[in-house]
């Protein structure tokens, strides 16, 4: 299945979840078009990869699953955006959900988000076991323990001249928790052994820093146009990134680091089982800010 089919298969997922749910069209309009905004889709396509890498079918529940995990992030991205929080004007090169719709109407519009993926993790047509293992991963990695943990940590953090081991505890939750979750959830649908399924997790947390190392450089080096959202509002908040710990080229070769580190593991895995990581390795290589290959 080509890389479109699965956009598409993951956006139909979601469009269909919220066709059945008009009791408030208003509510609808706002969350779909945070969903229609577009992005990389990174989190969903690394599942769908990673489920044909092991040459498993890739079916409804599968896509399900996935627009579940995009539905999370989309929900973060409109409460990232409010005033309380980022207070960010553009996401995506649009207006953020907020300055569309109101913020009372964008958090509504989030926590539906949130509440909703579980429902559609629920009406995938899975055995049960594996149902509530995928639901419970996801809150771990979303809520308290997770993504919103991590979220608190990085606004306490402001202004404070924080370690790199600090740095690397807010970014494992507030961004890699949710990263890590496509590789998990392949090791739960295809009930992989725990040898491999432990391979992958690791993979995912590599990715996950790596992933936020790569957003702290571009923050400080893209334009609007290529970030969709103002640039440099970390130094404007006064964080602690990895670019102001490392220097730009320190946190340039760490993030190549990271990346080799997936890459090495996705081979390790390689020699262990029937398993093609090609499609996985191309999202990752797309990750690297110049295009290198493995230092």
């Known amino acids: 299945m080509i890389l479109e089919e699965k956009l598409q298969g993951v956006e139909k997922e979601i469009e269909g ?12 309009e706002s ?8 992005g990389k889709r990174i989190r969903p396509l690394l599942l769908l990869e990673l489920l044909e890498a092991f040459h498993a079918p890739i079916l409804e529940a599968h896509f399900q699953v996935a627009a579940a995990l995009e539905m999370i992030h989309t ?6 955006d409010l005033p309380a929080m980022d207070n960010d004007d553009y996401r995506r090169g649009q207006l953020t959900n907020h300055k569309k719709f109101g913020e009372d109407l964008a958090i509504l519009a989030g926590d539906s988000l949130f509440l909703d993926a579980f429902g559609c993790v629920a009406e995938a ?12 991963l996801l ?9 919103v943990a991590g979220q608190v940590l990085d606004m306490e953090g402001e202004g404070a001249s924080l370690t790199l081991d600090q ?4 970014h494992a939750n507030k961004t890699g928790r949710l990263l890590a979750y496509p590789f998990q959830a392949a090791g739960i649908l295809l009930e992989l052994e725990p040898a491999v399924a432990t391979l992958l997790e690791e993979i995912g ?3 996950g820093l790596a992933f936020q190392i790569r957003d702290d450089i571009l923050d400080v080096t893209a334009d609007f146009a290529s970030l969709g959202k103002t640039p440099q509002k970390d130094l404007h ?4 990134t990895y670019p102001a710990l490392l220097g730009l080229d320190g946190a340039q070769a760490y993030l190549d680091r990271e990346l080799d580190a997936c890459e090495d593991l996705l081979d390790h895995i390689s020699n262990q089982v029937s398993f093609e990581g090609t499609g996985i390795k191309n999202i990752i290589e797309r990750l690297r800010i110049h295009g290198q290959g493995k230092s």
């Open 17 to 28: 979840f919220y066709e059945a749910k008009q009791i408030a069209p208003r509510l609808v």
């Open 31 to 38: 969350i779909l078009y945070s969903v229609r905004a577009g």
């Open 75 to 80: 929900g973060s991205l409109i409460h990232d």
């Open 125 to 136: 047509d899975l055995p049960a076991s594996i149902q509530v293992q995928l639901i419970a």
């Open 139 to 147: 809150s771990d990695a979303s809520g308290t323990a997770g993504m």
């Open 167 to 170: 740095l690397q505890v807010i």
């Open 205 to 207: 947390i590599h990715l």
């Open 237 to 240: 908040a006064e964080k602690s």
